[in-house]
């Protein structure tokens, strides 16, 4: 079978590859579409630090179920149009034994430690797989990073009435951003880009902000009759965000980063005693996000 493969940063090539062999519990995909994410777009650029070349890129999957091996459930049928969790969990780390199998210290993410998806088939244990039911390929391949999205909402813990500010209006940063306006939150999005503020302006956040043309500063202590928000999360993965996460949240506030900053980032960390605030990572997502 074909896939696509990045070679060495700003290299591709595609390659024949051997058709993956069905072991117990495994269910064979044929690929219909790929969403190529941002840590694609950084195995690309030679910026993912996760990844070994050559690699197969691809963990945003929609697909057809082609063939079921013995030991994979009646509910999983050929024909099927699914998508898939594209992470790995050894079931021994401190994360799976406490249940947060998305945070495992050994997990092994498609196309970033283990070969990925940009093939014509791929085999997946049937634990791993999602069904499609109602959605489209194109809708089924960007159910990822909104499940990432949607689990970083949940990390915030927003509740009815608060200030959320959110930093990205990316498909992760929506993903968060809809958690937030189900939880009751006013939600604050933050972009450079009016198209992805106008979306997120449709589907319920309270206040929008171009942070280039906006002293953003100004707009949420504006916005936030000074207090700033009760919670932030970071989707966007500059190191001035990060900070400005900090900067910006309430007195005893919430912080949670979810996206990976690409330089070294310094703190005032005064603010983090003096303001109590509570800072958590989100990673990944799980099958109820």
């Known amino acids: 079978?074909?896939?696509?493969?990045?070679?060495?940063?700003?290299?591709?090539?595609?390659?024949?590859?051997?058709?993956?062999?069905?072991?117990?519990?495994?269910?064979?995909?044929?690929?219909?579409?790929?969403?190529?994410?941002?840590?694609?777009?950084?195995?690309?650029?030679?910026?993912?630090?996760?990844?070994?070349?050559?690699?197969?890129?691809?963990?945003?999957?929609?697909?057809?179920?082609?063939?079921?091996?013995?030991?994979?459930?009646?509910?999983?049928r050929v024909g099927d149009v699914v998508t898939a969790m594209p992470y790995t969990s050894c079931g021994k780390c401190w994360s799976c034994l406490s249940d947060r199998?998305?945070?495992c210290k050994n997990n092994e993410t498609l196309g970033v430690q283990r070969e990925g998806a940009l093939t014509e088939f791929v085999a997946l244990p049937w634990e791993k797989i999602i069904d499609g039911k109602g959605l489209g390929l194109r809708e089924l391949a960007i159910?990822?990073?909104?499940?990432?999205?949607?689990?970083?909402?949940?990390?915030?813990?927003?509740k009815e009435g608060e200030f959320m500010l959110v930093f990205g209006c990316g498909m992760i940063g929506i993903g968060a951003i809809?958690?937030?306006?189900?939880?009751?939150a006013k939600v604050i999005a933050v972009d450079v880009d009016d198209d992805k503020l106008g979306m997120v302006r449709a589907i319920g956040a309270a206040h929008t902000v171009n942070s280039r043309k906006e002293n953003l500063a100004e707009r949420v202590a504006e916005i936030t009759g000074g207090h700033g928000p009760a919670v932030v999360l970071e989707a966007i993965g500059l190191p001035e965000t990060f900070v400005q996460a900090v900067d910006f949240?309430?007195?005893?506030?919430?912080?949670?980063?979810?996206?990976?900053?690409?330089?070294?980032?310094?703190?005032?960390?005064?603010?983090?005693?003096?303001?109590?605030?509570?800072?958590?990572?989100?990673?990944?997502?799980?099958?109820?996000?």
């Open 101 to 103: 199998p998305n945070a």
């Open 178 to 184: 809809a958690e937030g306006i189900r939880a009751g």
């Open 1 to 76: 079978m074909k896939a696509f493969c990045i070679d060495e940063p700003g290299k591709y090539s595609f390659k024949e590859i051997p058709e993956p062999v069905l072991r117990e519990g495994e269910v064979l995909l044929r690929v219909k579409k790929i969403g190529y994410c941002g840590s694609d777009l950084n195995t690309w650029r030679g910026l993912n630090p996760l990844v070994k070349y050559p690699r197969i890129p691809g963990h945003e999957i929609s697909g057809v179920v082609e063939k079921t091996a013995s030991g994979v459930p009646g509910s999983i």
């Open 249 to 289: 949240v309430a007195y005893s506030g919430r912080v949670v980063f979810v996206g990976y900053a690409k330089a070294p980032v310094t703190f005032d960390t005064k603010y983090f005693i003096l303001k109590e605030i509570s800072i958590r990572g989100s990673r990944g997502s799980g099958r109820p996000d």
């Open 143 to 158: 159910v990822e990073p909104l499940a990432i999205g949607i689990h970083a909402g949940k990390r915030c813990a927003p």
